[in-house]
């Protein structure tokens, strides 16, 4: 079926003029879906305004926007109490693939600040290949971990959302959001690392070993970088290497796990 979406300007519930022409809108188009775009960060004025909308027009549903933010989502609850009008769809970013269908017992989980595992695995499912992540922990076995691969983690994980949603669904995490904020790395800094892995030769991404002084200039050169940034990127990728090793290592010995996300 074809489906018309009409989006009307945005307006303040006491302006009467605006909602006077809303309830026009409603007479002449006679929609079949009436939904609020609430911002979740005004918390309990989303309630009023909720109430407003829906005493007027009648709404048949919500959507939050800006979840990536601090609101954990309480004011959800009371619309969905205030209006009887369903949560339908929560913007959690400013891309087209930000709007997430609104799970009520996942918004639980992050009100009480227990993350949302469900959606983090969903996320996951949706970016990762399959096949890539198993010669992925074939390589990590046999110690062939590269900064190509690097490269590919970095990037699917860019896929997902930002650093700091991705963080906020792992239970536990909650109430350590702030320091997690100060720590993780954000859009940019991402960019950086794939744009200097970018300026690498193929023979330096399978073999971090040869990038001696000269190299690592001309890289940086290359990337638009500095050298201190190129030294950076090999050192983190020496240490997710090591840690790397440590899984496989232990996936090896009898009782022990190879790492969750493989």
Not at 10 to 34: N, S, T
Not at 40 to 65: C, P, S, W, Y
Not at 199 to 227: D, F, Q, Y
Not at 228 to 253: T, W, Y
């Amino acid at each position: 079926h074809d489906t018309v979406l009409l989006d009307t300007a945005g307006r303040l519930h006491i302006d009467e003029e605006l909602m006077e022409e809303l309830r026009r809108i409603k007479e002449a188009v006679d929609p079949g879906e009436i939904l609020l775009v609430a911002d979740a960060m005004t918390g309990q004025d989303a309630v009023n305004v909720a109430r407003a909308f829906h005493e007027k027009v009648g709404l048949t549903g919500v959507i939050l926007t800006k979840m990536d933010g601090d609101a954990r989502g309480g004011a959800a609850l009371s619309i969905r109490a205030v209006t009887g009008a369903p949560i339908k769809f929560v913007g959690v970013g400013e891309k087209t693939d930000a709007l997430e269908a609104f799970f009520p017992d996942r918004m639980a989980s992050r009100i009480l600040g227990m993350g949302d595992i469900l959606t983090l695995v969903e996320k996951a499912q949706e970016t990762v290949d399959e096949k890539k992540a198993k010669e992925l922990a074939g390589k990590i076995r046999r110690s062939e971990f590269t900064l190509e691969d690097f490269r590919d983690q970095l990037v699917s994980i860019r896929k997902m959302g930002s650093i700091e949603d991705l963080l906020g669904m792992i239970p536990g995490m909650g109430g350590k959001m702030k320091e997690l904020k100060a720590a993780a790395p954000d859009e940019k800094e991402l960019s950086r690392v794939v744009a200097i892995i970018d300026s690498m030769t193929r023979a330096e991404r399978e073999n971090a070993k040869i990038i001696n002084g000269s190299r690592r200039k001309r890289i940086a050169l290359g990337s638009g970088t500095t050298v201190q940034d190129v030294n950076r990127v090999l050192k983190n990728f020496q240490q997710a290497e090591g840690m790397l090793k440590r899984f496989s290592k232990a996936g090896g010995k009898k009782g022990a796990r190879n790492p969750p996300f493989f």
